[in-house]
Structure formats: structure tokens, C-alpha cells
């Protein structure tokens, strides 16, 4: 039988042991953090200078749209500091009277996408596409496309399709004949998931010529 000294030093030691794993614990969910926030930063800000440096004529964010001097101002969208859109037909004649994506509209696309490395996309950063003159570039590097790469159009049905979350919330509002720049920090694409060559916590860019809008 434990005598109460014998009892109370156990006692003390599963105290400290549980307040050292609850302090390891603690330690690894805050450097977990720390990690993802190092991450996310620098995806937003690479993102953010990708898209202000790299097109001629050069793109302002929206909220320089009021100071421009430009009558056509070029031009790029973001929502929060994860999910950024420019749409490069935006002033071509005849846009306003195309059919325009909404929630529940079902759309056509070519598209290609790309891990995004902060620079101009290669075909080194393609993950997926189904953009014949893409395809045929990938055919003369040497790489089998026959069993997993279509041509065909993909038909998404906005708000019932399984895509990326990203694409999802940047699409409504386009119109069809738009091409259109999609970026998206890890979060709103595969989280930290990893993706057939996509990586977790990759930041991603997708290209889509919108081919045709079909509202219910």
C-alpha cells in the first residue's frame, strides 16, 4: 500500500508529464502555424508582384482603377489576400452583350493550369490542360498523352461541379469568349493536399478561354 509521500510523488510526476505533452503539443501546432502563415505570405505577395510586373501594358489592382489616367485601365481582381482574377478581353467590342457566368450556369472551357513558381508559366509547371497546342508541345517533349489528356472542352456546371474552390468563386461574372487569369494561394485550391504532381500548399494558375455560357 502506498504511503501518502509515495502517493503524492507519483501523483507529481504524471502532473509534469502530462503538462510536458500538452507543452510539446502546443509547441507543434504553433510551429505548424508559423509554417503555413511563412507559406501563405509568400504566395500572396509572389502573386501579388506576378501580376503588377509580368503584362504589358502593365495591371493595376482594382482599387487603383479611380487614379488611372488610362480610359481603359488593365486591370486585376482579388478577393482577401487568396484568390486573384484577370480577365484580358475585358474591353473587346461586343463583351457586354455575350452571356454572362452565374451561379447554376453551365460553361465550356479550355484551360490550362500550372503550379505557380512566381514566374511566367512553362510547360515545366503544367499539371493539367486539355489545350491541343499545349498537348502537342508536351507530345514533343516526349510525354505519352494519349490515356490521360483530352482535347475536349470541359463542361462545369458553376455551384455543382467538384473543381477547385478558387474557380468556383472567380468565374460568375465572366462572359463567354473571356480568357481569363486565375490565381489561387493554396488554400483555395488543394489545401494540403497532395494532388497528382501538384504538391500540398501549392499556389496554383489557371488560364480559361471561356467557350460558350449556358444560363438556366
Known amino acids: 500500500m502506498l504511503n501518502l509521500h509515495d502517493y503524492m510523488y507519483m501523483r507529481t510526476k504524471r502532473n509534469i508529464a502530462f503538462w510536458v505533452v500538452a507543452l510539446v503539443a502546443t ?24 501580376l503588377t510586373r509580368s503584362h504589358s501594358p502593365r495591371l493595376i489592382p482594382e482599387s487603383e482603377i479611380s487614379s488611372s489616367l488610362d480610359n481603359e485601365p488593365q486591370y486585376y481582381e482579388q478577393w482577401g489576400l487568396d484568390l486573384y482574377r484577370y480577365i484580358a478581353t475585358r474591353y473587346e467590342e461586343g463583351r457586354q452583350d455575350k452571356p454572362t457566368v452565374d451561379w447554376g450556369s453551365t460553361i465550356e472551357i479550355y484551360y490550362s493550369a500550372y503550379i505557380f513558381s512566381g514566374s511566367k508559366p512553362s510547360l515545366t509547371n503544367l499539371y493539367a490542360t486539355n489545350d491541343a497546342e499545349m498537348i502537342k508541345q508536351l507530345e514533343n517533349l516526349g510525354l505519352n498523352t494519349s490515356y490521360e489528356w483530352t482535347t475536349d472542352p470541359l463542361e462545369i456546371t458553376i455551384g455543382e461541379s467538384d473543381i477547385l474552390k478558387g474557380l468556383e468563386e472567380a468565374l460568375p461574372e ?12 493554396f488554400p483555395k485550391a488543394n489545401g494540403n493536399n497532395y494532388v497528382g504532381m501538384v504538391p500540398a500548399k501549392s499556389a496554383v494558375m489557371w488560364v480559361i478561354n471561356i467557350l460558350s455560357v449556358t444560363n438556366k
Open 27 to 50: 509547441l507543434f501546432v504553433v510551429s505548424c502555424s508559423n509554417d503555413t502563415d511563412t507559406v501563405l505570405n509568400s504566395q500572396q505577395t509572389s502573386i501579388s508582384n506576378y
Open 174 to 185: 465572366c462572359k463567354e469568349g473571356d480568357t481569363v487569369e486565375i490565381y489561387m494561394t
